[in-house]
């Protein structure tokens, strides 16, 4: 089956814009989770999604975002982009979250250049 | 809040050394805990998992971790690394009353010298 599916893969944006990723999770998979990945900062939760509904949150600013549609497919959206923003973008879908089934599956990644 | 640490952030091995990665948590109620590895050019993947039972998890490719409580510790084990190996190494947690919020740790690099 097909994995997690995020675009865009790039994307180069400038301070101040906004920006909006897509994940797509695999199929029968109801949870999907957002991290940012830095050099140096591993892995950093940004928030997961079940139902459409957020059940968990990450400390990043109100700056970024999230929803999640009747599909399961997820949206994050960072606004007002700083240069510190610029980051690899991981989404993870599971069954029902991470740890009913102990497993995320996770996506290639949405790579994003702030200038 | 739960947190992790991985302190080596890059190890440096020949190939049939033998391999041990720390991870220590933050938390003091009860935990699930996984690693998950990054090989050059692909996603993150599942290693092996902690829920319960015997402390001493096997997972895939030769690897193991073992839970010590007491020590807040689940450090990856294997006892002859190869080449293939090289790759980076994420320790994560989650807990009980919130367990789908699964937090990393900063990772660490294993460079394996054919």
């Known amino acids: 089956k097909a994995g997690v599916t995020q675009t865009p893969r790039y994307l180069i944006k400038t301070r101040g814009q906004q920006v909006t990723l897509s994940c797509s999770p695999i199929?029968?998979?109801?949870?999907v989770s957002w991290y940012q990945q830095t050099p140096g900062q591993g892995l950093q939760f940004l928030f997961e999604?079940?139902?459409?509904?957020?059940?968990n949150k990450g400390n990043f600013p109100g700056r970024f975002s999230g929803r999640q549609f009747s599909n399961s497919r997820s949206e994050m959206n960072v606004s007002t982009l700083e240069l510190g923003d610029s980051a690899l973008y991981l989404c993870a879908s599971s069954l029902e979250g991470g740890s009913n089934t102990g497993e995320l599956f996770f996506g290639e990644g949405s790579r994003l250049t702030v200038l | 809040a739960q947190s992790v640490s991985q302190h080596n952030h890059h190890v440096i091995l020949s190939e049939a050394a033998s391999l041990e990665l720390g991870c220590n948590y933050s938390y003091g109620g009860t935990v699930n805990l996984f690693w998950y590895v990054q090989y050059p050019g692909q996603h993150l993947q599942l290693l092996l998992k902690?829920?319960?039972?015997?402390?001493l998890v096997k997972g895939i490719k030769g690897f193991e971790a073992e839970f010590i409580k007491s020590k807040f510790s689940f450090n990856l084990r294997k006892p002859s690394v190869q080449w293939s190996d090289t790759a980076e190494y994420f320790c994560?947690?989650?807990?009980?009353?919130?367990?789908?919020?699964?937090?990393f740790g900063s990772g660490t690099r294993l460079s394996i010298r054919p």
């Open positions: 199929s029968g998979h109801r949870s």
């Open positions: 994560a947690v989650s807990t009980y009353s919130s367990a789908s919020k699964i937090i």
């Open positions: 902690y829920f319960s039972g015997d402390p």
């Open positions: 999604y079940f139902s459409e509904t957020q059940r």
